[in-house]
């Protein structure tokens, strides 16, 4: 079968809101994945790395549900993809913040520290057992780039495939 015969007559398939609502959950569905991946061979995130995969489990329905409206009701298909964007920008932020503080250009959050409980009576238990997971420390690096740099590159990415998506969506209506 060609191209020609497998779209509509005249017709060319072409990337829009849909396209990039699919891309967006897939790409959050493998990086998580991933994450757990390396979570299962003994790297533990850090309270950073926790917080920078929300927007990759709100992308997941997020991109199915903007997918799923894209055809049916364009705008709120627009309305999530824009969300969407704003969240991986956020991400994409946070994970320099987080790459910075592992490079020692500035200083990590204090909740990288501890993992923020007390127990009273117990405080030199608790420091004994607890495992502190650092975030101005790189647990693994890949090429030279720690995981949070490679959140900044996909973040970023996935705030640009929406913004894409949305932009290709709007001018396919001209």
């Not at 127990?119 to 238990?125: D, E, R, S």
């Not at 607890?130 to 970023?156: F, H, K, P, Q």
Request: a positive charge.
């Amino acid at each position: 079968m060609s191209y020609n015969s497998a779209t509509a007559a005249g017709e060319r398939a072409s990337f829009d809101a849909r396209s990039a609502a699919i891309v967006i959950a897939a790409v959050s569905i493998i990086s998580l994945a991933a994450a757990w991946l390396f979570e299962l061979y003994g790297y533990k995130p850090c309270p950073l790395c926790l917080e920078e995969r929300v927007p990759y489990y709100a992308g997941i329905p997020g991109g199915i549900l903007a997918a799923w409206f894209a055809t049916r009701a364009p705008r709120i298909a627009v309305v999530i993809l824009a969300a969407i964007a704003l969240a991986f920008l956020y991400n994409a932020g946070l994970s320099v913040y987080h790459a910075g503080a592992e490079w020692k250009l500035w200083p990590g959050p204090d909740t990288c520290a501890s993992d923020g409980t007390f127990k009273p009576g117990a405080l030199l238990q608790s420091l004994r057992s607890n495992a502190v997971v650092r975030c101005d420390e790189a647990a693994l690096r890949i090429w030279g780039v720690s995981l949070a740099g490679y959140n900044v590159l996909i973040s970023a990415a996935l705030a640009a495939v929406a913004a894409f998506g949305i932009w290709r969506s709007r001018t396919r209506k001209r």
